[in-house]
């Protein structure tokens, strides 16, 4: 789902203007959205405190969105028990068979297959 009132982490978020991390980061911020960035390597984004891992940010967030190689995107989402979110957004190509098949076991609600650029401006919400 996506709501301007929702807090986005943008897992993988990064300074590098030509990569798609980059975008999608830059692109929610543009509209305004609440939006924080995590990456181990970088120190801020933009003009946002970038978060070495999202267990770093104590406060609530509602959509994780994974725009990181797939092995990374399964190590975070299966370590993420203690940290609490409405849903995971696996940007295309961040995504496995195998981490779907763990939110699925664990009944973690998510979205793949959806670039949330185009259903930010497409204004679509996307079922939970």
Do not use: H
């Not at 980061?25 to 891992?53: G, H, M, T």
């Not at 849903?87 to 068979?97: G, K, T």
Request: charged share 25%; glycine share 0%; proline share 4%.
């Amino acid at each position: 789902m996506i709501d301007k009132d929702f807090t986005y982490a943008v897992v993988g978020a990064s300074n590098d203007k030509n990569k798609y991390w980059y975008k999608v980061f830059e692109d929610l911020l543009s509209a305004w959205y609440k939006v924080i960035p995590v990456n181990p390597n970088e120190e801020k984004i933009l003009w946002k405190k970038c978060y070495k891992k999202l267990q770093n940010y104590k406060k609530w967030v509602d959509v994780i969105i994974f725009v990181t190689q797939p092995s990374i995107t399964e190590n975070i989402v299966m370590n993420l028990w203690n940290y609490k979110f409405k849903q995971i957004w696996m940007q295309p190509w961040s995504e496995s068979e195998k981490v779907i098949s763990f939110c699925e076991e664990k009944k973690i609600n998510f979205v793949t297959n959806s670039c949330i650029m185009i259903q930010r401006k497409n204004n679509t919400i996307v079922p939970q």
